[in-house]
């Protein structure tokens, strides 16, 4: 399985972005993002579980939206109203034959 991240870049505090990931080498159901910032973990955002329920951390609830698009095999994050504590390099992975696969991480940074 092959992921491949886009999107990110710098915003100013209240602004979007939109970040890409398109999959490739298998069909994958559980999909998701997740971001680490400088000096923390890395830790779930988003995720799109078996039977697509939704998963999203508390912290990005009414702001960031998962999706896909499964004709053109890509996962998206939808991010509104971002702020500062947002920046991190973000990662799509996705979970195959019991296996997490990941992405090169696209960084998202976030100016105040």
């Known amino acids: 399985v092959q992921l491949q991240a886009s999107g990110g870049g710098l915003v100013q505090a209240g602004g979007s972005l939109r970040l890409s990931c398109a999959v490739s080498g298998a069909s994958v159901t559980n999909v998701g993002w997740y971001r680490q910032a400088p000096g923390k973990e890395r830790e779930s955002v988003a995720r799109?579980?078996?039977?697509?329920?939704?998963s999203y951390a508390d912290s990005v609830k009414g702001r960031f939206t998962i999706s896909r698009d499964i004709i053109k095999r890509t996962v998206y994050l939808e991010m509104n109203n971002l702020n500062p504590e947002d920046t991190a390099v973000y990662y799509c992975s996705a979970r195959y034959r019991g296996s997490d696969w990941w992405g090169q991480g696209t960084l998202v940074t976030v100016s105040s």
């Open positions: 799109i579980l078996g039977g697509g329920i939704l």
